[in-house]
């Protein structure tokens, strides 16, 4: 916008001296009215887009957030995802939703009370988001469920991603107090993974898929625990 007030101003400037009214003047001053009069369009056009009403999107990241671990929850998953399926649709470019849920959760809260599974909830969030890379969207997806959409990473990637996440959680234990204590609660993992399909896939379907690879996780973790009782 300033620009253009300054382009109008040169042209008005030009005007004033011009008394031999030459047709080259002439025609350097009808160029810097026009060009003064399209820059002040596009900066209020900027003005404008500054101050536009929140989208959706801004709203959901500004009050779509779970109060315990202060990240986003499944509402905000699925706009997102919608958003990054069409991207990578778009582009034609990878895209890998993974899923994970808190090992033993119930069984920390039953023993030693809901507000260590919270610190437990809170040292897992933390630990995935400082482990996930910058572009990839972390959220709270159940009450001992998180997700993560990886963009731009196919499911071996994925795999990658989730050993160095398992990896960390064992050599980091969560810090809660135990009878007023300090003490050191190491907490595990189990994971799925689906990678989005080139066409017709949406973020119910995605999900579903993750879901159903965590489900099938789970299942091989049980049949683990139930080998080593009986061993």
């Known amino acids: 916008m300033a620009f253009g007030v300054l382009a109008w101003g040169l042209g008005a400037l030009l005007a004033v001296v011009d008394e031999a009214g030459q047709f080259a003047r002439a025609s350097a001053i009808g160029f810097l009215l026009v060009l003064g009069f399209v820059a002040f369009l596009v900066g209020l056009g900027v003005v404008a887009t500054r101050f536009r009403p929140p989208?959706?999107?801004?709203?959901?990241?500004?009050?779509?957030?779970?109060?315990?671990?202060?990240?986003?929850?499944?509402?905000?998953?699925?706009v997102r995802l919608e958003e990054e399926i069409a991207w990578s649709q778009h582009h034609e470019r990878p895209?890998?939703?993974?899923?994970?849920?808190?090992?033993?959760?119930?069984?920390?809260?039953?023993?030693?009370?809901?507000?260590?599974?919270?610190?437990?909830?809170?040292?897992?969030?933390?630990?995935?988001?400082?482990?996930?890379?910058?572009?990839?969207?972390v959220v709270r997806l159940d009450e001992d469920e998180f997700a993560l959409v990886l963009p731009e990473c196919t499911s071996e990637g994925g795999e990658a991603f989730l050993r160095r996440l398992s990896d960390r959680l064992a050599r980091e234990p969560a810090q809660a107090l135990l009878d007023k204590r300090p003490s050191h609660i190491w907490v595990g993992v189990c994971t799925g993974l689906a990678e989005a399909q080139p066409k017709e896939e949406t973020p119910a379907s995605l999900l579903d898929r993750a879901r159903s690879d965590l489900a099938e996780a789970r299942e091989e973790r049980d049949r683990r625990r139930q080998r080593w009782r009986a061993a």
């Open 95 to 137: 895209l890998t939703l993974a899923v994970l849920d808190v090992n033993g959760l119930g069984a920390v809260n039953e023993q030693y009370g809901p507000e260590c599974g919270d610190d437990v909830l809170r040292h897992v969030a933390t630990v995935v988001q400082e482990t996930k890379r910058a572009s990839d969207i």
């Open 55 to 78: 989208t959706k999107r801004v709203l959901v990241e500004g009050e779509v957030r779970d109060a315990l671990t202060g990240l986003p929850n499944k509402r905000y998953l699925m």
